[in-house]
């Protein structure tokens, strides 16, 4: 059975948040033939992220395929999608059909503005967790945690933390043993050199 893999971008989203699950789905994918990985954004330009990447995406709202998965990330960008009736009603009727509904960090927001999170167990970058409780006061909002998975729904925190999210993701979807290679052969194994101060 084939699986395909959309990744939600937008203008000021944050790089890291899609980038890093774009990496270990697209090393999850070596190899194999039934796992498709895309970009998906309102229209087919160039989206400008929060840190100056630019990215064409793969696709437009209007011409993605069906998704066994869609990933949202967060960024500055998540303060206006979440008023945007094209992203939200799209996020809203895609994920449906989904096998799994992800987002990293803010992402998080836009799930709750296409009522994908209610009375569901959701996180967010730290420095939003209150922003989040206080915008979606039908979920419970955890902290203090990388991911969180509740049913088919997975948010992640902060950035790095989609990795995580992602390499768990890819052992749910063909198999632990291959989220182990593919987190090998990304060299992924986190030792940051400095220590933060709380």
Not at 93 to 119: D, F, I, N
Not at 134 to 144: H, S
Not at 177 to 195: F, I, K, N, S, V
Request: charged share 25%.
């Amino acid at each position: 059975m084939s699986t395909t893999i959309g990744i939600v971008i937008f203008e000021d989203a944050e790089e890291l948040d899609f980038v890093g699950p774009w990496e270990v789905f697209t090393m999850a994918a070596m190899g194999r033939e039934d796992l498709h990985v895309l970009t998906i954004a309102e229209a087919e330009r160039p989206i400008r992220c929060a840190k100056g990447l630019r990215v064409i995406p793969d696709r437009s709202f209007t011409d993605a395929p069906p998704l066994d998965v869609v990933l949202v990330p967060g960024g500055q960008g998540t303060r206006r999608e979440i008023d945007n009736p094209v992203l939200i009603d799209w996020l809203a009727e895609s994920a449906g059909p989904c096998r799994w509904v992800t987002s990293v960090c803010t992402g998080s927001m836009l799930l709750h503005a296409a009522g994908l999170v209610k009375e569901r167990r959701i996180t967010t970058h730290w420095a939003f967790i209150e922003t989040l409780r206080e915008l979606a006061p039908d979920a419970e909002v955890l902290e203090g945690v990388r991911y969180v998975r509740d049913g088919n729904l997975v948010t992640a925190a902060g950035v790095s933390a989609g990795i995580d999210m992602a390499l768990w993701l890819t052992g749910q979807l063909f198999g632990v043993e291959h989220a182990r290679q593919t987190q090998r052969l990304m060299e992924y194994d986190p030792a940051p050199p400095y220590t933060a101060e709380v």
